[in-house]
């Protein structure tokens, strides 16, 4: 059974820091990009950052960009690095695993959000 477990959410001030790390198991992903997506209630999942399968591209939504660092150490795990979090970076964050391109600051491709792996979930919340 291919699993995707998030953990390293929780409840940081304004300014703060936290890393989310997205554990594989089941398979490895070592062909697939991994991204990372957040959601809030009554919101449509927003794309926040990927990375492709050697690693070697990285791409961030403007929001983002240059406050947090996608990495990932092998096949099988991948992190989000998040500095200087504000309030409306609360949200569940979701890590997925799909045979999309990442290049040149861009992550695209058929089903790109909608394909995939996809992890339960975890809670970001930063408080003001």
């Known amino acids: 059974q291919v699993q995707l477990v998030e953990t390293g959410g929780g409840l940081v001030q304004a300014g703060g820091s936290l890393r989310l790390s997205c554990a594989a198991s089941?398979?490895?992903?070592?062909?697939?990009?991994m991204c990372w997506f957040r959601q809030t209630p009554g919101m449509e999942r927003e794309f926040v950052a990927a990375?492709?399968?050697?690693?070697?591209?990285t791409a961030y939504s403007d929001s983002v960009k240059g406050r947090f660092t996608i990495s990932r150490d092998n096949a099988k795990t991948v992190y989000l690095q998040m500095n200087s979090l504000k309030p409306e970076d609360t949200a569940v964050y979701y890590c997925?695993?799909?045979?999309?391109?990442?290049?040149?600051?861009?992550?695209?491709?058929?089903?790109?959000?909608?394909?995939?792996?996809w992890g339960q979930g975890t809670q970001v919340t930063v408080s003001s």
């Open positions: 089941g398979r490895t992903f070592s062909r697939d990009a």
């Open positions: 990375i492709s399968w050697s690693g070697g591209s």
């Open positions: 997925n695993a799909a045979p999309i391109v990442v290049r040149d600051g861009y992550a695209y491709g058929p089903g790109f959000g909608q394909t995939g792996y």
